[in-house]
């Protein structure tokens, strides 16, 4: 089984691990990213709570819209962990960090 990513794009930053695993990617996550994956997820609880006043189903609704935000930010957040270490964003603190290791 291949696991090599291949891409059009070269990575404009320092590239720590080209196919980094779940578990690094998840631990690399940074203060921002924590910032972003909770920002989504309280958005998408009031857009879930206003989107059900009119049926009448307003704690469903901001269930569900919270599992979307929970998923959609954890998804954000992963994407740009997983992008500085492969070397497609910014990677000033992740190459200072595994540098030391």
């Known amino acids: 089984m291949n696991t090599e990513i291949t891409s059009a794009a070269k990575p404009e930053y320092?590239?720590?691990?080209r196919n980094p695993p779940f578990t690094k990617t998840v631990s690399n996550f940074?203060?921002?990213?924590?910032?972003?994956?909770?920002?989504?997820?309280?958005?998408?609880v009031v857009v879930g709570y206003l989107s059900g006043i009119k049926p009448g189903i307003r704690g469903p609704s901001m269930v569900?819209?919270?599992?979307?935000?929970?998923?959609?930010?954890?998804?954000?957040?992963?994407?740009?962990?997983?992008?500085?270490?492969?070397?497609?964003?910014?990677?000033?603190?992740?190459?200072?960090?595994?540098?030391?290791?």
């Open 64 to 101: 569900t819209g919270g599992l979307i935000g929970v998923m959609g930010g954890f998804m954000y957040a992963y994407q740009n962990s997983c992008g500085r270490l492969m070397g497609f964003f910014p990677n000033e603190g992740e190459v200072a960090k595994y540098k030391k290791k």
């Open 30 to 44: 940074n203060t921002l990213d924590y910032l972003r994956l909770s920002t989504i997820t309280g958005v998408s």
């Open 14 to 17: 320092p590239v720590i691990d």
